[in-house]
């Protein structure tokens, strides 16, 4: 599968789970030097490998017929600034809605503890700008993903399927807020909570299948 082919499943995974809705959102894939990203004003639910450009580091186009998304120098800001191998910006309703209210997203489960931590909220820029591209990437700074600013959130990994997992966790996670939220005021976990359950996942290696012996 080419990573046009990629970058186009992926984008209609994520518009099937309901994270990206009609043409708003953007997901990306790195391969060596070359980046593939949908395009833009594309109906993501029905994205297809033509619907997807490949450009240079620099934002030339290299291969496809599309524009490539207005969100394409957020792409590559994060790419030229970390190892991360794919990219995933979507408004999911409850990544937005808290976007649109807090300045970050404590950590009240401990799988929010895969993502880096607290999720950071980037001050909000107008979409498409080097100011909503810079802002985002020093708020992915040592985590997993981020939010824009009553915009949406951005995911990122170390490969196309982990980012669009992260995305789903970021939108499980806030929707898990929303919920607490209206419970009641949330009880976060401590720093000395979220340090035993870094120590608990190394030593049981959490998250990994084992065969037992």
Not at 108 to 125: D, E, F, I, M, T
Not at 150 to 173: D, I, Q, T
Not at 201 to 210: D, V
């Amino acid at each position: 599968m080419s990573i046009r082919d990629e970058v186009a499943a992926a984008a209609r995974r994520l518009a099937a789970e309901g994270l990206l809705i009609g043409t708003a959102g953007n997901v990306s894939a790195r391969d060596g030097d070359r980046v593939a990203v949908t395009g833009t004003g594309v109906v993501l639910a029905a994205c297809t490998p033509e619907d997807v450009t490949v450009v240079a580091p620099d934002g030339r186009v290299l291969e496809g017929a599309l524009v490539p998304s207005t969100e394409l120098g957020l792409h590559l800001g994060v790419y030229a600034g970390s190892v991360a191998a794919a990219v995933v910006h979507t408004h999911a309703p409850y990544s937005t809605a808290i976007a649109c209210v807090l300045d970050e997203l404590p950590v009240l489960h401990y799988q929010q503890l895969a993502l880096g931590g607290a999720v950071r909220v980037a001050p909000y820029a107008t979409f498409g700008t080097p100011e909503l591209a810079a802002a985002t990437v020093a708020a992915l700074d040592g985590r997993q993903a981020a939010l824009m600013a009553n915009h949406g959130s951005v995911a990122v990994g170390p490969s196309l399927e982990k980012a669009v997992e992260n995305a789903l966790l970021l939108e499980w996670l806030a929707t898990l807020h929303h919920r607490a939220s209206a419970l009641g005021t949330p009880r976060a976990l401590t720093e000395a909570q979220q340090l035993d359950v870094i120590t608990q996942a190394l030593t049981t290696n959490y998250g990994s299948t084992q065969e037992h012996e």
